[in-house]
T-cell receptor, first 114, second 113 residues
Framework: NAGVTQTPKFQVLKTGQSMTLQCAQD?????MYWYRQDPGMGLRLIYY???????DKGEVPNGYNVSRLNKREFSLRLESAAPSQTSVYFC?????????????FGSGTRLTVV | AQSVTQPDIHITVSEGASLELRCNYS??????LFWYVQSPGQGLQLLLK??????LVQGIKGFEAEFKRSQSSFNLRKPSVHWSDAAEYFC???????????FGSGTKLNVKP
């Protein structure tokens, strides 16, 4: 089925390790987003890419970097993982960068940092 | 500051009973309003959205929501809940001027047989 694909689905890291979360969409959407979901806090925006070639910080960008590799792919990198980054990470996409458009979400990556 | 409040963290209803999930927002103007559902181990799926016009909107899976400007609310309803509706539900508002979304903290729905 068309949609947003995230890899991996689960990951355990040791403090200080690095990793990259991958996201790809096949809907020809222009905008892509990375959110983290923590219990009782809803979803918080980490970074977004309004269009290919651009990236911007969201609400909680510290400790993360992103790359919009092409129109389809948007990766999230943790350079030095910390226990506070234990969370579920969701990638999402939308046709355009506008609240007129709803998001399509991936199924998430559950990350544990020990 | 803009905020989205879902006052109920957990709700349990019996299968076949009616359901109402509450959502209130804090914003001066009318935002765009959304409800998403997250089944266990899955991403969020859009249930319905309100931009303008008729304040009662219909969505997928038999859900509807009503926008009440005077109460700054956008409550989600379903007349008869099915066991497959057990999930977590998120309200979200889109602030037009800033082109930003804000999500509520979610309401987890359990359905008793």
């Amino acid at each position: 089925n068309a949609g947003v694909t995230q890899t991996p689905k689960f990951q355990v890291l040791k403090t200080g390790q690095s990793m990259t979360l991958q996201c790809a969409q096949d809907m020809n959407h222009n905008s892509m987003y990375w959110y983290r979901q923590d219990p009782g806090m809803g979803l918080r925006l980490i970074y977004y890419s309004a269009s290919e070639g651009t990236t911007d910080k969201g609400e909680v960008p510290n400790g993360y970097n992103v790359s919009r590799l092409n129109k389809r792919e948007f990766s999230l990198r943790l350079e030095s993982a910390a226990p506070s980054q234990t969370s579920v990470y969701f990638c999402a996409s939308s046709e355009e960068y506008s609240v007129n458009y709803g998001y399509t979400f991936g199924s998430g990556t559950r990350l544990t940092v020990v | 500051a803009q905020s989205v409040t879902q006052p109920d963290i957990h709700i349990t209803v019996s299968e076949g009973a009616s359901l109402e999930l509450r959502c209130n927002y804090s914003y001066g103007a009318t935002p765009y309003l959304f409800w998403y559902v997250q089944s266990p181990g899955q991403g969020l799926q859009l249930l319905l959205k309100y931009f303008s016009g008729d304040t009662l909107v219909q969505g997928i899976k038999g859900f509807e929501a009503e926008f009440k400007r005077s109460q700054s609310s956008f409550n989600l309803r379903k007349p008869s809940v099915h066991w497959s509706d057990a999930a977590e539900y998120f309200c979200a508002v889109g602030i037009i001027n800033f082109n930003k979304f804000y999500f509520g903290s979610g309401t987890k729905l359990n359905v008793k047989p």
